[in-house]
């Protein structure tokens, strides 16, 4: 099977800018491809990762990707999928991010000599004059038109700055000045990304009247229609400090059963062949299914050791040395407890598990807090310090789960 269908089969493709033309170049010759990534946060999350295994597919089939680090675009901010204006962070602290992009992606794709790029947006942006742009690059973009793009077109009633305003201007100069000077030919997006991709397809046809392409990626959504990767602790991010292996193999062992086939075919390397033996699954057996997403996907992003500790925890959660070694832990420090004894909700805060003690407090009256499978409806519950020699399982709802011990 060639790349084109392969990415068609697993489900990647949503949508292309010249269907037949795309097919070709990737199945019958070689090109350079980018995606962008700005600098919004200090680790990628899940929603990242899925792009970069469609960069990983194209790179084994040959191609060349170009890994564009935002470090100027995100001085801007991207309004899509916005209902108000993303934080404004400074210069320093978006070059920071970016280097920890930079460590994270060369986990999955491989920079090594020529096969692969990596650049930053903020190389030409930064200094770009702004009436050199106006005239240069503004003159090509009808602002009627741009107000139709459904990134936009979202955010009128709640109101769009005009720095945001700016940002697809700012996103196909990326795609105009990369075809400039890497010779790329093709800019690869998720799917709310399309306007954008558009106009940097658009703006090289004005420029120099030559032929890019686009293409756009299925949203990593449940079968709700909801983006995957959210949890009661924000977003799955593939930092294992942000993010304990433990949970986000978790994360994976607990998606919905209708979800599991869709993730194996986007996330995983798996071949097609392999995964469609898991189709006919029903009940209880597609928790093997599950079991083998959450290994693949944990193995890829945090390698095959924390994999396969993660899966060993997941099969004994309340064998007290294999959780110990594995199970995400906080060490609590004799300034931790008063009189001997630590309260639920200050636990609970220490652990991570919750953000406030109101929250901690809510949580523990309706029922979604057992220490060493023992269920805590008190909120005036105080544990003693002497318990915590051996370490305390504290389990959070149905899937997560936490071991507190005196260090």
């Not at 936009?152 to 795609?175: A, H, P």
């Not at 400090?241 to 949970?247: A, G, H, L, T």
């Not at 193995?299 to 040395?321: C, M, P, R």
Request: glycine share 6%; charged share 30%; hydrophobic share 40%.
């Amino acid at each position: 099977m060639k790349i084109f269908e392969e990415l068609m089969e697993r489900g990647f493709i949503a949508q292309t800018t010249h269907e037949e033309e795309i097919k070709d170049l990737l199945n019958n010759k070689k090109c350079r491809f980018y995606i962008g990534f700005d600098a919004t946060a200090d680790s990628l999350h899940v929603g990242h990762f899925l792009q970069l295994i469609a960069m990983k597919h194209l790179q084994k089939a040959g191609h060349v990707p170009i890994a564009l680090l935002g470090t100027g675009t995100t001085m801007i901010g991207d309004p899509t999928g916005r209902t108000d204006m993303r934080q404004m962070l400074d210069i320093n602290t978006i070059n920071e991010n970016a280097n920890r992009f930079k460590e994270q992606m060369s986990k999955f794709i491989d920079f090594s000599g020529e096969n692969a790029i990596m650049v930053k947006n903020g190389d030409w942006l930064l200094n770009l004059n702004y009436i050199t742009l106006l005239r240069e690059v503004g003159r090509h973009f009808s602002v009627n038109k741009m107000l139709t793009a459904e990134c936009v077109k979202s955010r009128l009633e709640r109101g769009l700055s005009f720095l945001e305003f700016n940002y697809m201007i700012m996103q196909s100069y990326d795609f105009l000045k990369l075809y400039e000077d890497y010779d790329c030919v093709m800019q690869l997006g998720g799917d709310d990304q399309w306007s954008n991709i558009l106009g940097g397809v658009d703006l090289i046809r004005r420029v120099l009247n030559k032929q890019a392409y686009g293409m756009t990626f299925t949203l990593l959504t449940t079968k709700e229609g909801k983006k995957m990767g959210k949890t009661q602790k924000g977003a799955l991010w593939l930092d294992a400090n942000k993010c304990s292996v433990f949970d986000f193999f978790q994360y994976w062992r607990n998606v919905d059963d209708e979800d599991v086939l869709k993730c194996l075919k986007l996330l995983t390397f798996l071949p097609l062949e392999e995964i469609k033996q898991y189709e006919n699954l029903k009940g209880s057996e597609i928790n093997k299914a599950k079991e083998v997403l959450a290994y693949e996907v944990t193995k890829i992003v945090h390698g095959e050791e924390e994999a396969e500790k993660a899966l060993k925890t997941s099969k004994s959660l309340f064998v007290s040395n294999e959780t110990e070694k594995n199970m995400p832990t906080t060490y609590l420090l004799d300034e931790s407890f008063e009189e001997g004894k630590i309260g639920i909700l200050n636990l609970l805060v220490l652990c991570k598990l919750c953000e406030s003690n109101s929250q901690a407090r809510t949580l523990v009256l309706q029922g979604g807090i057992s220490l060493d499978d023992e269920k805590i409806t008190d909120i005036s519950k105080a544990i003693e310090k002497e318990k915590f020699k051996e370490g305390v399982t504290i389990k959070k709802g149905k899937k997560v789960f936490h071991l507190a011990k005196l260090k």
